[in-house]
């Protein structure tokens, strides 16, 4: 069992997405949140969230499920689309079996019935960072001199650090979910170039690859002619 106090710091880095539509319940679950977290984003339904989504590296999401435009099981499927991994508190105020049936089969990682007290909101809490501990590999060895934070997107190479822009985060992160394996253009296109009004071109692509080159002195991103990249870790 990890340590309270690397829980507490891990929460601290974190970015929270918080999904209700209730003003009160809002202000109040925020109050909360911002004592766990130095990053909480808040919006007030599903396609509000799925927006913010997608332009932001999230490690966290609490969504209400009862919401109007897009319901929570809703966003969270869309999300699923996405992202299989990052973790999700869901949030209700009634008791059904159909929503649980169906966060189970969302794999979310917690259910709190409303009123939400800040006892159940720091036990889910305290749960998401034992998951997140265990499972996201906050610091990613590439090779013996080359280091990825994925929680801050920063590529360390030989302790000099490089902040890593929206797309480039995307682009390593999918590389190194299938490391040491051919990544295809077109999967490029649908994790990285996923907002409708974009295309990906091979020059907008080999800009993004470029420019992560520049930021190591290592070539572990390979090109394999006409099929796509290839994440080398020798580590």
Not at 153 to 165: G, P, Q, W, Y
């Amino acid at each position: 069992m990890t340590n309270k106090k690397k829980l507490v710091d891990l929460l601290k880095e974190i970015t929270i997405l918080y999904v209700e539509d209730n003003e009160l319940t809002q202000e109040i679950i925020i109050d909360t949140l911002s004592l766990f977290s130095k990053n909480v984003i808040v919006a007030s339904n599903g396609e509000e969230a799925l927006a913010i989504f997608k332009k932001n590296d999230i490690q966290l999401i609490i969504s209400d499920i009862e919401m109007p435009f897009m319901d929570g099981i809703k966003f969270i499927s869309h999300i699923r689309e996405i992202n299989i991994t990052v973790p999700v508190i869901m949030t209700s105020g009634h008791f059904q079996e159909n929503y649980l049936y169906a966060c189970a089969n969302l794999n979310t990682q917690a259910y709190i019935l409303k009123p939400i007290s800040s006892v159940k909101l720091k036990d889910a809490l305290y749960k998401v960072a034992q998951y997140l501990n265990v499972t996201s590999s906050v610091l990613i060895n590439i090779t013996h001199s080359i280091q990825y934070n994925k929680n801050k997107a920063i590529l360390i190479d030989n302790k000099k650090e490089h902040k890593l822009n929206n797309k480039e985060k995307l682009l390593l992160d999918l590389l190194i979910e299938n490391k040491n394996k051919i990544v295809s253009y077109s999967q490029i296109e649908q994790n990285i170039w996923y907002d409708y009004d974009e295309v990906m071109t091979q020059s907008a692509l080999r800009t993004v690859i470029k420019n992560l080159r520049k930021k190591s002195n290592s070539k572990f991103i390979e090109n394999i002619s006409g099929s796509g990249y290839l994440l080398k870790i020798d580590y």
